[in-house]
Each structure stands twice: as structure tokens, then as C-alpha cells.
């Protein structure tokens, strides 16, 4: 008798990228993912798996969707979410994140779920806290675990599988820190990826990573079973990356043109938020047959309740004051 997903221990402390789990982990997070899927569709959404365990957000950066799924997540689970918004914290009086991990440490949270503009930056706070679980929900542009992995659990509930996936994510490759983690996903799960962007969005010898670089989006997507939009992150850039951003969707958006050149059934993504007629035509992204963008933000209620489960299975048991 296998163990099921909620009995399986998860052999790491954080979730700060995607590299580092195996096939397994990645596994056994997108099983557990798919049981909450449905217990978010049912009436009664509530469990109490994290009652008495204080979750505490902490975006230096905005982000309402992202932020908002991890306190549903949270709050689902019956945790006691707390949102800290560092615009009105000490941070922007001049306090270090040393001096905030040691703030927190004095507030002994369960869980810390951080965003942060700086690569980096979240796993120096990791190396500072004190018996809690650090999420990674973005940094700078280094990685953003969980948003590959909703992007993942949204691919294999429509496809039934990553393994042997041709998968094309088309955009902002340079800044974007969702990009890295689908590509270490993929990879892991042993999908093919391809970058479809201008020489001026691709990262230099980004091709270690096991990729293939396309630089025309007809070539590019020729026979994908997946296409990941990205956002223009303008205000990642410095100087001209592109002449003009009619130019851009001219040759780099995607409408039902560009995508006549992948497979018939082929699925369209984007993490969001979307600049419609940027990146992406309005009719493709609404295109309800084929379109996974609204199952992507239903994905990642469950997925961050699935690793906020799994991290805080081996934390000391809460205080049975707060229960």
C-alpha cells in the first residue's frame, strides 16, 4: 500500500526555487495540489490542518494576486494569515533584512512567505529565521517556485503528463523570474523547452540551462503542445529592448496566426497579469477551449496549500494556547 500524499514526508525545510527537488518532490506537491483542487470547489472549503500556525506574508514587492492566493491558501487551511506591508514597516526607514529576520524571529511565526526585488534576497532571510518555513513568492529575477508549479499542475490536469511535452515560453525571457522555474521544472519533469523571444530579451548562453532559443515566433512554436506568454517587465527595463511595443506584437505577440504554427490542440499560458495587445490578442487569451490563464490562478490556491501543508509537517507542534 502506497502512502497517499498528506502521509508522505517532504524532505526540505524551505521552498526557495526548483532547483534541488527531484521528480518525486515535484510529484508529490502537484498530487497533493490536485486533492485540493477539489476541496476548494466544494461548499465547506475549510480545513484545519493549520490551526494554531501563524503565516505571515511579507511582499517588499506589490503583488496583489500573488499575495492574495497565499492568504487564501492560508486561511483555508485555518491559518492565522497575517499581510505585513513593508510601504509603511521600518525596511523603509532604513532597517536591514538582517534586522527584519530578527524582528521576526521575536514574533515566532510558522510560516514566512516573501517576495522581494532582490535576487537573493529571500534565501539570505531563509538563513536567518528561526524554526519557520520560508516560501519564496518571487525574487528579483531569480526564481518564483510555486508559479511554476501551478503552471505545472494546470499542464498535466489538461494533458496528463509533463514528460515528453514540447513547451515554448515566449516573451521577456531575461527579466523574468517565472521563466527560470518552469525551465527547472520542465526540465526536471522531462519536458522540452523552447525560448521564442528577441536576441535582446534572451539571457547570454542561456542555452546551459537545456534549452532551445528561437528568435521568430512561427519557427518557435512549430509543433508545441504548450505556449507560456510572458510579460513585458518595463519596469525591469533600462534602455531600448525593442523599438516600439506595436513592434513588438507585431512580430512577438501572440494571435492566431503566430499559433496556426503549434499543434492543433495546443494550450495557451500566461502567469499574469496580461498586457492584452502587447503580448498577447485578447481573442487567444479569452479563447475558453484552449486557454489555461483562468485554471492558472485556480491552480495556485491549491498548489500554496499543498506546500504550506507540506512544510510545516515537520515544524514543533503549535502552542495549544492558539488552537
Not at 100 to 113: C, G, I, S, Y
Not at 191 to 204: M, N, Q
Not at 289 to 304: C, K, N, T
Request: charged share 25%.
Amino acid at each position: 500500500m502506497t502512502d497517499s500524499p498528506s502521509d508522505t514526508p517532504f524532505p526540505h525545510r524551505h521552498l526557495l526555487a526548483i532547483g534541488g527537488l527531484s521528480p518525486g518532490d515535484i510529484n508529490h506537491l502537484l498530487d497533493l495540489a490536485e486533492t485540493y483542487v477539489e476541496l476548494n470547489r466544494q461548499i465547506d472549503k475549510k480545513k484545519s490542518l493549520l490551526r494554531g500556525r501563524t503565516i505571515i506574508n511579507l511582499f517588499f514587492e506589490s503583488s496583489t494576486r500573488t499575495r492574495t492566493s497565499f492568504e487564501l491558501a492560508g486561511k483555508r487551511l485555518s491559518g492565522d494569515v497575517i499581510n505585513m506591508s513593508v510601504a509603511t514597516s521600518a525596511v523603509r526607514k532604513g532597517e536591514t533584512l538582517i534586522d527584519t529576520a530578527m524582528t521576526l524571529n521575536a514574533m515566532h511565526p510558522d510560516v514566512l512567505v516573501v517576495r522581494h526585488s532582490e535576487s537573493g534576497a529571500v534565501k539570505l532571510l531563509s538563513e536567518k529565521v528561526v524554526d519557520c518555513a520560508v516560501i519564496n513568492a518571487g525574487d528579483g529575477m531569480h526564481a518564483h517556485p510555486t508559479q511554476a508549479l501551478l503552471d505545472a499542475l494546470a499542464i498535466r490536469r489538461r494533458k496528463g503528463r509533463l514528460e515528453g511535452l514540447l513547451v515554448a515560453i515566449c516573451g521577456d525571457i531575461l527579466h523574468s523570474r517565472v521563466a527560470r522555474s518552469n525551465i527547472e521544472l520542465l526540465n526536471i519533469m522531462g519536458a522540452r523547452v523552447r525560448l521564442v523571444a528577441p536576441k535582446t530579451l534572451i539571457p547570454d548562453q542561456v542555452e546551459r540551462m537545456g534549452v532551445e532559443v528561437f528568435h521568430d515566433m512561427t519557427a518557435g512554436l512549430k509543433d508545441c503542445d504548450i505556449v507560456m506568454m510572458l510579460r513585458l517587465q518595463s519596469e525591469r527595463m533600462h534602455g531600448g529592448f525593442f523599438p516600439s511595443v506595436r513592434e513588438y506584437f507585431h512580430f512577438f505577440g501572440l494571435d492566431y496566426e503566430k499559433l496556426s504554427s503549434a499543434k492543433p490542440d495546443a494550450l495557451i499560458m500566461h502567469p499574469g497579469p496580461m498586457n492584452r495587445g502587447v503580448e498577447i490578442d485578447s481573442s487567444v487569451a479569452d479563447d475558453f477551449g484552449r486557454s489555461l490563464i483562468r485554471e492558472q490562478v485556480e491552480m495556485g490556491v491549491a498548489v500554496r496549500m499543498a506546500v504550506l501543508e507540506v512544510l510545516t509537517r515537520n515544524l514543533p507542534a503549535p502552542d495549544p494556547r492558539n488552537l
